[in-house]
């Protein structure tokens, strides 16, 4: 069997509001459990108290995940400002020798 190869290079990331995004998930979440909390006796009546605690369990998560691309945006601009400065260190060196 031969190796697979690509055909194409891969694309770049697509980088959109990403916390945006994430926050706005987990409020989702958040709400959704906030609307299914007064149908409990209903869920629980049904074995289907699950749905109440994936909710809360998306929250919890979307939580983490805010906290995570938080930083990650923070560390990727502190990446470009760095090479931005050492570009503009290394341009200075130049014009003035």
């Known amino acids: 069997?031969?190796?697979w190869e690509a055909k194409h290079e891969a694309p770049e990331p697509l980088e959109g509001p990403v916390v945006a995004t994430i926050t706005g998930g987990t409020i989702l979440w958040f709400v959704l459990f906030l609307v299914q909390?007064?149908?409990y006796g209903w869920f629980d009546d049904r074995?289907?108290?699950w749905w109440v605690w994936t909710c809360l369990a998306g929250a919890g998560l979307?939580?983490?995940g805010i906290w995570y691309v938080r930083k990650r945006d923070a560390a990727i601009k502190r990446h470009a400002a760095d090479r931005a400065g050492s570009a503009s260190a290394e341009g200075a060196e130049g014009t003035s020798a």
């Open 1 to 3: 069997m031969a190796k």
């Open 37 to 39: 909390v007064p149908f």
């Open 47 to 49: 074995d289907l108290t």
């Open 62 to 64: 979307g939580l983490i």
